[in-house]
């Protein structure tokens, strides 16, 4: 069954290629909605089969030999299950929401081709068996997502996909020269939980490896929004359509946070940076960025940009609990990867309907909003509270492992400074998410109502209303996801 991985992989890009040659064929919105959603089905379908026939062999492919040493092959581990799982429900659910935000778009057909196009990208990324594969469908990933950031072709638009575009070629190249170096260091190059790095060709090189480690945990940072990395994030996602801010939060980020799992715990190994400069470097950047993401986005009035802002700052609540180099911190990192994705993803999309329907971008013209749409605007509630941490919600299951985790760890002052940060940036979280939630459903008194909004129409909602149920769901049934999270956990810390 091995074959099902690059089936995931080519799949949709071949459906993408159809699609360039009958576009001129599917005349109406609803040819070009339907096509893309027998895609996206089918792909989630691939990648489900692909966990359950994982559970009983190795599912391993080799498409390219390029040398002896290098080759392009994919390897279905249970880490790249559970990114391709959560991709794949991540692109249906926003695929569906979009089909009504983009009836009104213009360009749309070119919005699904690349909308496909990264469905097979990010599955070749997560099943990629060594660094040079991911790398390549990394690069892939943003010259792939970058048409959803140009989609309007504005100024703004155009000057942001720039901005995204330095960025992310600048982190690649600082993670390609690492995986130069990294690959110099061993024989055998495939993924392995521990690292698979020779201990006798390190020998002597200890301080270039660790820099060069350094240089790719800063570089695929870039993606994840981490400090000094982060500036493009809160210019590309108020930009582009919300379902492309859904995706850009959602996914796009966790695949940084893919490659660094890829290069630390799987090539280098967690053992070899531990205690070192750069775990206490690394901490200290992802603290930065959840303060810092946070304090922004309690700054920021427009309602897209606050949301950019707080992706800042909760993709480094993940990275923090990686840097730890903690089983059960590493839990609540990868839980928050998880949890992060639905809630924010929910977000987005809310936000995107009520632009949509009102015009109105700012937090602070949302009065009485929940009035007109009680529904978005409950499930915006929902979300915010897990994002918050607030019990039962699924975002203070993750931020409890990610706190204990630090907490008995061996990592010094960190141990009590990392928690107490995530505590202030939680409050900074209730700061800037539960005003936009109050003011939903009660109207300032100088505000008039808003006649002219109403509710999301029913196939926005209901991806609107799935991720918020989701959010609570998690949180109320932890154990649905915990057990393969400590699986990969244990895994990655031997």
């Known amino acids: 069954m091995s074959f099902l991985i690059p089936l995931s992989v080519f799949f949709p890009l071949l459906c993408a290629g159809i699609f360039i040659a009958v576009r001129n064929k599917i005349g109406t919105h609803f040819g070009v909605c339907l096509y893309t959603a027998v895609v996206m089905i089918v792909s989630g379908i691939l990648n489900v089969l ?30 790249s299950i559970v990114f391709a799982l959560l991709m794949s429900l991540m692109f249906i659910t926003v695929g569906f929401y979009s089909f009504d935000y983009m009836k009104h778009e213009e360009n749309t057909k070119r919005f699904y081709l690349f909308y496909m196009c990264l469905m097979g990208i990010l599955s070749g990324m997560y099943y990629a068996s060594d660094l040079v594969s991911l790398y390549l469908f990394y690069e892939m990933m943003t010259l792939f997502s970058l048409p959803l950031v140009l989609h309007s072709l504005t100024k703004e638009a155009i000057s942001a996909g720039f901005k995204y575009l330095f960025y992310s070629i600048g982190g690649a190249l600082l993670s390609l020269m690492a995986i130069f170096v990294i690959y110099s260091m061993s024989d055998v190059h495939e993924f392995t939980a521990g690292g698979f790095i020779d201990s006798s060709m390190v020998s002597g090189k200890e301080g270039l490896l660790l820099v060069f480690v350094f240089l790719a945990i800063i570089g695929f940072g870039c993606k994840a929004g981490l400090f000094p990395m982060h500036d493009w994030l809160p210019v590309a996602h108020p930009i582009a359509p919300a379902p492309a801010s859904a995706l850009l939060s959602g996914i796009i980020t ?47 009035n427009g309602l897209k940009k606050r949301l950019a802002f707080s992706t800042v700052s909760q993709v480094s609540y993940v990275l923090f609990g990686l840097s730890v180099m903690n089983p059960v911190a590493i839990l609540g990192a990868l839980l928050h990867v998880i949890f992060h994705s639905i809630i924010k993803d929910d977000l987005f999309l809310v936000s995107g309907s009520i632009i949509h329907n009102t015009g109105v971008t700012t937090c602070d013209g949302l009065n009485g909003i929940g009035k007109k749409m009680p529904i978005s605007i409950i ?56 005003p936009v939630m109050i003011d939903g459903f009660f109207k300032g008194k100088d505000e008039e109502e808003k006649s002219f909004s109403h509710e999301a129409k029913p196939l926005s909602l209901v991806p609107i209303v799935l991720l918020a149920t989701l959010a609570l769901f998690f949180g109320i049934f932890p154990g649905t996801v915990t057990g393969i999270l400590q699986e990969i956990a244990g895994s990655m810390m031997p």
Do not use: C, H
């Open 50 to 79: 692909i966990a359950v026939f994982s559970a009983s062999e190795e599912l391993k492919f080799v498409l390219v030999k390029i040398t002896d040493s290098v080759s392009l092959s994919f390897k279905a581990d249970n880490l």
């Open 254 to 300: 966790k695949s940084g946070v893919l490659a660094i799992i890829r290069v630390v715990f799987y090539s280098v190994g967690a053992d070899f940076i531990k205690g070192t400069w750069v775990q206490y470097a690394w901490m200290i950047l992802a603290l930065i960025t959840v303060f810092m993401g946070s304090m922004l986005a309690f700054r920021e």
């Open 379 to 434: 499930s915006f509630t929902v979300s915010s509270i897990a994002l918050i941490g607030i019990p039962p919600a699924s975002g203070f299951i993750s931020k409890w492992f990610l706190a204990e985790g630090a907490l008995t760890s061996d990592i010094g002052p960190l141990a009590y400074i990392g928690p107490a940060i995530l505590l202030v940036s939680a409050l900074l979280t209730a700061g800037y998410l539960l």
